[in-house]
């Protein structure tokens, strides 16, 4: 599937969080845009020398727009090409101008990651049903499927389809994500979309970060094989019909006789399928949790390593080592 482009325009904080990002007086700062960066009481040094009134920018510098143009970088050029330095280019500001608006650069990931949910969010789903970022502003939850493996299923294809339109997002680590209000909403309804499967929270947590993973990896898959596509002027099959006949020969020489099987059922499965193979049996295995009706987990857990009680963490998150030293202990035995 050839990833979706998207222009970049309008996209921001439901809540307006983005604008709340620089310093004091960073929303109503007037910094010039077009080319005339505004000094700390909005005039361009244009106007006092010439003596005439105050030229009024076209289009005032706001966090939004900082968002959208490096939003339309990462799209078009490709997330390795975002600097604040290219963003302030796109916008026709010095760099420095930013920086009242966005601290740093992992900052705007963030507001870029928020807003491209927010994106989704608002676009809804295209079967018209809720996507992983489909409660933003505080919009209620709602899906098309009345059981949860349905459920699932939608917020694995939103999910294919937000990795499609910015392929950038798949760069981004997920361990220390933003927290913006479209993020947390994203997170909220896929929660949501395990309503009545009987799982508790963690398990819920577990299942939702199992299929993010798999998800993932087949949209990178995805958009790289539409990457070496545009590249090559050659589609897989393409790419298969040519090298078909030496692959078949090697697989008959007798070396490889399970790949000599299947050449010879021919029965070969298209991405589409796979994906869709790969999530029956996540949900399938999901189901089967459920079937157990597993007891809830103890209160006390121990550590795996020395057996000690362990506390649970300030998050609230339980902890499988009672201390670093017992999680390393456990590591280097499992290298060994």
């Not at 697989?251 to 499965?269: C, H, I, M, T």
């Amino acid at each position: 599937m050839v990833p979706e482009k998207d222009n970049g325009n309008g996209l921001g904080s439901p809540h307006g969080s983005a604008a709340a990002i620089g310093p004091a007086g960073g929303r109503h700062g007037s910094a010039g845009v077009d080319g005339a960066a505004g000094g700390p009481h909005g005039s361009a040094s244009g106007d006092r020398t010439t003596g005439g009134p105050r030229r009024r920018p076209e289009r005032r510098l706001t966090a939004e727009r900082i968002v959208a143009a490096a939003i339309e970088i990462a799209d078009t050029d490709g997330f390795g090409s975002l600097t604040m330095r290219t963003t302030a280019e796109r916008l026709g500001v010095t760099t420095m101008s930013l920086y009242r608006y966005v601290r740093t650069k992992t900052e705007l990931v963030g507001l870029m990651v928020d807003a491209a949910y927010g994106r989704t969010a608002n676009g809804g789903a295209a079967n018209g049903g809720a996507s992983s970022g489909a409660a933003a502003s505080g919009e209620a939850v709602s899906f098309i499927g009345t059981h949860w493996r349905e459920r699932v299923w939608e917020l694995a294809r939103a999910d294919w389809r937000v990795y499609h339109r910015h392929p950038w997002l798949l760069q981004v680590p997920e361990s220390r994500s933003s927290l913006g209000p479209n993020v947390l909403a994203a997170f909220d309804a896929a929660l949501a979309a395990l309503d009545g499967s009987g799982l508790g929270a963690s398990q819920r947590s577990a299942a939702l970060s199992l299929i993010n993973h798999f998800v993932r990896g087949a949209a990178y898959d995805s958009i790289e094989e539409a990457r070496l596509e545009a590249e090559s002027g050659m589609d897989i099959e393409q790419w298969w019909t040519e090298r078909y006949p030496d692959f078949a020969r090697r697989a008959a020489s007798g070396s490889y006789p399970a790949l000599a099987r299947l050449v010879a059922e021919g029965d070969y499965v298209s991405p589409e399928a796979s994906f869709a193979f790969g999530m029956e049996r996540i949900c399938d295995g999901i189901q089967a949790l459920v079937d157990s009706s597993p007891a809830a987990e103890p209160a006390e857990r121990h550590c795996l390593s020395c057996g000690v009680p362990v506390a649970r963490g300030a998050t609230g998150r339980p902890r499988d080592y009672c201390s670093p030293a017992c999680r390393q202990r456990a590591y280097r035995s499992r290298a060994g």
